[in-house]
């Protein structure tokens, strides 16, 4: 399996073995593949060690948060865009709009957002996106840039936001423990999104799924998402592993 989105090389996992046990309990749950997006201009270095470490195992995307635009936010990006220019990066991310804890600088955000899909359209790469109270203006920016791929991450949307982004591009969904969760309206979107347009991801350390909510999420708990959505579309476990795989390897163009 391939955990399309998780941030094992933030300090959540410092008390417990760290980054790179946490690494190595996902390899030991099947999840042999993971894509590392950063953060802000303080991830990039421990994002790199990490990833360095298992260099089979582990893809990087590079990208500016939306929740830290603040009035840096051009020379942050900037600095982020100068790492992504050295290569060894399989996608630009994670980077989007979020205006749920704070509207202060939504015109900056959708400027940063812009910004890295351009340059991530210049050099062929695939965008990760980050969406939360934002569709309208993440749709805007995509209308842009007709040649993007990306995929929407932490996607916990209806049937019709699935219309509304297909309108815009053929992008894909990634999918994660809030599926699992009580009330999801998720559940019922997936026969929309179809297999051939899904990813796994945790999100780690937010989201993990029943019955580990409340807790660190980790990319060892992936299983558990692609469990619930197999059971949720008839499939079988190692079917949606499988296409979902598959589907990352293309997007990504991992090796």
Known sequence: MIDTHTHLYLQDFDEDGGGEA??????????DRMVFPNV??????????????????????????PTEVKESWADDVAVCMAHLSEGGYVAVGEVGIDLYWDKT??????RAFDMQVARAVEMDLPVIIH?????????EVLQGHPRAKAVFHSFGGTAADVDRIRRVGDFYFGINGV???????????????????????????YLAPVPKRGKRNESAYLPLVAGHIADCMGLSVSAVGEATARNAIGFFSLQ
Do not use: W
């Open 22 to 31: 946490a690494v190595r309990r996902a390899l030991d749950t099947g999840v």
């Open 40 to 65: 802000d201009l303080a991830t990039i270095a421990p994002m790199k060690a990490l990833a360095a470490i298992y260099p089979e195992n582990i893809s990087m995307a590079m990208g500016f948060h």
């Open 131 to 139: 969406c939360r109270e934002g569709l309208e203006r993440a749709l």
């Open 105 to 110: 600088f939504a015109e900056e955000q959708m």
């Open 179 to 205: 599926v699992t969760f009580k009330n999801c309206r998720v559940r019922e979107t997936l026969p929309e999104i179809t297999l051939d347009r899904l990813m796994l991801e945790t999100d780690s350390p």
